[in-house]
């Protein structure tokens, strides 16, 4: 599924306006395949905001995104190499965790069987609610849920904001070694966090929007 | 293609159906309009005739409105509007699957029910088939046309009110042309002018609504 070539995320010169307030400006990063970006800042800094922009959900004011060397308007597969799990989920809550989890598969255009999907709902510890309805779940379930989808849908890029929400500690644990090995495939990861995520140094880089 | 597109219209008719009260709403509306106006009005077999063309289309006009919110309001209270601009497939025809999916929900009913409310207004069974494929030609219309409207004013607070304003005006030439074929088939005169009016319109809207959808629905995301 995944390209041998080295792919290069760029960002040059942004700068987010939300109304009359700038929320930040003159953000530069570049990562490569296996690498990770850790996003800090305060509350209302534009985390999300920056986030939402890498996805081209939004529109920077100024700058410019580049994806392998080529600048992310117009990119005709750019969005097909991202998972986004945003704070709103997109985990549907009249469905159960089975059906949520076949259906995101399914769109993303990815076929496993089902019992590789229960695989994964077993590793997000899981399977004994795999048919119940994702509403009647705790909020830390439905993040799982989330979580499970990025491991389905085997896309390059994972942009996470906030994925560490409402779990608890033994799952982060596992949740950390799902993106350790995700930049060991040399996947690319973006993440937004206010607790401590352990991503190997050398591969990890940190920007403070607050800063 | 194809099977993304059965993917979308099967979990949102799964979703809509594990929210029942919902689904009977604007069905409940349409069959309450219609039952009301012989009531209200007059309940003469000649006078009801006349009037039955417009108080039929103006009643689907009305439920199709006040059903068009459930389109997409969830999928922008739960993230999947985002996850359908990074699907393999086009947003375009998951959206039209989303239309089709809201059709079926709402649209379908209304059709299975119209002969019965024919019967109810005394329109003359010779204008039964017409009123049918009016109602068959019309409703995906109006889900096109409305998907749009929502697709706009899903991210505003109180889009509901702005949703009317904005989409009626776009919902009256089916209403005339609709109207009008069914008056003109109860005097008993051909009716495929308006009804060939009524299927380029569903082609157009077939054709250039997914568009616009998608389009409003990136700024709304924005």
Redo the contacts between chains.
Sequence with gaps: MRTEEVSVLRAHDLKCVKGSTELFSNIHFQIESGEALVVEGSNGSGKTSLLRILCGFNYPAEGEISWCGKTIDGHEDYQQQISYIGHASGVKLDLTVLENLVFAQRLVGSDRDETEIKDIIRSVGLFKQRNVLTRKLSAGQKRRVALARLQLEERKLWVLDEPLTALDKEFVTDFENVLKKHLEDDGMLVVTTHRELLLPDSLTKKINLSA | ML??LI??I??DL??AF??RSELVNPILFYVIVITLFPLGVSPDHEFLSKLAPGVVWVAALLAALISMESIFR?DF????V??L?????PPTL?ILGKVIAHWLITGLPMLVIVPLMALLLYIPEQAIPTLFLTVLIGTPILSLIGAIGVALTAGLRGGGVLLGLLVLPLYIPVLIFASAAVSTAIEGLPSSGHLAMLGSGLILALILAPLAISASL?IS??
């Design positions: 099977s993304a993917t979308i099967r979990r799964l979703v594990r929210r969830q209270d739960d993230g999947s985002e996850q601009f990074l699907s393999q497939h998951l990136k995301m924005n």
